[in-house]
T-cell receptor, first 115, second 115 residues
Framework: AQSVTQPDIHITVSEGASLELRCNYSYGATPYLFWYVQSPGQGLQLLLKYFSGDTLVQGIKGFEAEFKRSQSSFNLRKPSVHWSDAAEYFCAVVQDDTGGFKTIFGAGTRLFVKA | EAGVAQSPRYKIIEKRQSVAFWCNPISGHATLYWYQQILGQGPKLLIQFQNNGVVDDSQLPKDRFSAERLKGVDSTLKIQPAKLEDSAVYLC?????????????FGSGTQLSVL
């Protein structure tokens, strides 16, 4: 079965600083990979996704992620963090199972932004 | 487009009581998901519907949880009887049928507290 690991439970960055959130996955073939963001009291919202082509994908709110097959990673980056980016971030991989596709989420990384 | 609607927003019950959650997906979305999100963890898939048929319910505790999707639109998730460990946010999501790279649209969730 596929799995997703987010090594950092929480990260604190200063406003204006750069950000990188780590994600590692296990899957034999080329995966479908996603990053979602969850603000307090809200459902999850898609930031970006990768399923083929260019390994550097751009998302909403200035986020980008790079797929590195050799490292089984799909890290999320942002060059300059804003206070409104404080939220929980989930990496996800789609598992191609009998009967259909199933999205598997990592445990999440909570981002704190300090002034 | 209107988003995924869930109700109630919050629910507090005592253990051994029953509870039901309701979800209305985005119009035209054939696939509907129920996820359980325990505090500090990523969402865990409980059940996945394709129209009104079950695609995956392998992680649904069937001795106490049940779900249905009548007419392939709205869905209800029921817990009877509830246990303390069922305290979590229950998220409903929907997606268009696709090749596995379709994003999930989430509702705001129902926060359940079992006392």
């Amino acid at each position: 079965a596929q799995s997703v690991t987010q090594p950092d439970i929480h990260i604190t960055v200063s406003e204006g600083a750069s950000l990188e959130l780590r994600c590692n996955y296990s899957y034999g073939a080329t995966p479908y990979l996603f990053w979602y963001v969850q603000s307090p009291g809200q459902g999850l919202q898609l930031l970006l996704k990768y399923f083929s082509g260019d390994t550097l994908v751009q998302g909403i709110k200035g986020f980008e992620a790079e797929f590195k097959r050799s490292q089984s990673s799909f890290n999320l980056r942002k060059p300059s963090v804003h206070w409104s980016d404080a939220a929980e971030y989930f990496c996800a991989v789609v598992q191609d199972d009998t009967g259909g596709f199933k999205t598997i989420f990592g445990a999440g990384t909570r981002l704190f932004v300090k002034a | 487009e209107a988003g995924v609607a869930q109700s109630p927003r919050y629910k507090i019950i005592e253990k051994r009581q029953s509870v039901a959650f309701w979800c209305n997906p985005i119009s035209g979305h054939a696939t509907l998901y129920w996820y359980q999100q325990i505090l500090g963890q990523g969402p865990k898939l409980l059940i996945q519907f394709q129209n009104n048929g079950v695609v995956d319910d392998s992680q649904l505790p069937k001795d106490r949880f049940s779900a249905e999707r009548l007419k392939g639109v709205d869905s209800t998730l029921k817990i009877q009887p509830a246990k303390l460990e069922d305290s979590a946010v229950y998220l409903c999501a929907s997606s268009r049928p696709g090749a596995g790279n379709e994003k999930l649209f989430f509702g705001s969730g129902t926060q359940l507290s079992v006392l």
